[in-house]
């Protein structure tokens, strides 16, 4: 992209590359280009951004990535609405409503993902479903409990903690998750504190971002502490943190897998594994998708009565136009007028 072209995001997503990138090697939003796209403000009047006589509106959805959006474009009386990526079975089942609310009816084209429609919802059709799963399991092992997760993916991380609470288990996460909450900075979510139910485990090897880490080093756990009463915390777990551990994982370790089953194929979570299987421990999947179900989607489409209906990001676009007669499934790279 050349320099000169502005970067669009939320604030939400600004702060979550920022963190990304000192942590994770994400990419750098670089300040001089970044420009902050406001969000709807529900019940008012629409804040509209305006990029070379474009207007667009920026709608929270429910997504696991945090801050996620659908945009409404806006121009010579067009109106088209962009899902981006969307669910309603995680925490905030209110604002994919209040969408349909707002624009049902209204919509000349919707742009609309479908990431899920070949894939059945599985053991865990919802976010509160992955919740009470790990409660179960909290309160039937008898042995340290270890949930994968993106630390960016704030709802997970409100499920598994939850958990914690409801078994009287305290969480452990590490510096990278700490820092996420203290730059979203939400007043529901909560921080880490010294003898309270968030503790944060600092990796021996890791980089160090200081005026991040500061505000948790009170609330600093270390792994003999888990050690010596292990069956009392359910802690974030990565390969790199398990091989913190130096082979002494506390006996009958059992990690949640709360991301797709897929990422388990991986060379660094198959070594995991085999640690854990040593430690006579094992891997059970905990994971309800960050993409809407095929009947979601297809009751959302129904609600907001869009003229035209364009699917993106499946391999199964066909499955809109066998429900839809007003879809139009477009091949990469093809123009439409409308």
Not at 52 to 64: F, L
Not at 75 to 95: A, Q
Not at 267 to 278: G, Q, S, V, Y
Not at 285 to 307: I, N
Request: hydrophobic content about 40%; proline content about 5%; glycine content about 8%.
């Amino acid at each position: 992209m050349p320099a000169s072209v502005p970067i669009y995001s939320t604030v939400a997503t600004s702060k979550m590359m920022f963190v990304g990138s000192l942590y994770a090697r994400g990419v750098t939003l670089r300040r001089e280009r970044w420009k902050a796209v406001p969000l709807a403000k529900w019940g008012d009047a629409f804040t509209k951004l305006r990029i070379r006589g474009v207007e667009v509106t920026a709608y929270p959805v429910d997504h696991s990535a945090y801050g996620g959006v659908a945009y409404l474009v806006e121009h010579g009386g067009k109106r088209l609405l962009y899902s981006g990526d969307l669910r309603f079975h995680g925490r905030k089942p209110g604002m994919h409503k209040r969408l349909i609310q707002n624009l049902r009816g209204t919509l000349d084209a919707t742009v609309i993902e479908g990431t899920n429609l070949g894939r059945a919802a599985g053991d865990f059709p919802s976010e509160l479903s992955v919740e009470e799963y790990a409660v179960k399991v909290a309160r039937s092992v008898n042995s340290l409990v270890m949930v994968a997760f993106s630390p960016q993916n704030l709802d997970r991380f409100v499920s598994f903690f939850r958990a914690a609470v409801r078994t009287g288990r305290t969480f452990v996460c590490d510096h990278y998750m700490a820092a996420v909450l203290y730059m979203i900075a939400e007043r529901s979510l909560p921080k880490p504190a010294a003898n309270g139910k968030l503790r944060v485990y600092f990796p021996r090897q890791r980089k160090r971002v200081e005026k991040l880490e500061l505000k948790a080093r009170a609330a600093a756990i270390t792994l003999d502490e888990i050690r010596a009463t292990p069956g009392k915390f359910i802690m974030l777990a990565r390969p790199s943190l398990i091989e913190e551990f130096e082979g002494r994982l506390p006996e009958r370790t059992r990690i949640l897998f709360g991301m797709w089953s897929g990422y388990r194929e991986k060379p660094d979570w198959r070594k995991t594994e085999a640690l854990i299987a040593a430690a006579s421990g094992d891997f059970q999947d905990c994971h309800a998708s960050g993409h809407a179900h095929r009947e979601d989607l297809f009751s959302f489409l129904t609600a907001l009565a869009p003229q035209i209906i364009i699917p993106i990001h499946t391999n199964l676009p066909r499955e809109f136009a066998s429900r839809f007669p007003n879809c139009i499934c477009l091949a990469d790279g093809q123009t439409l007028r409308v």
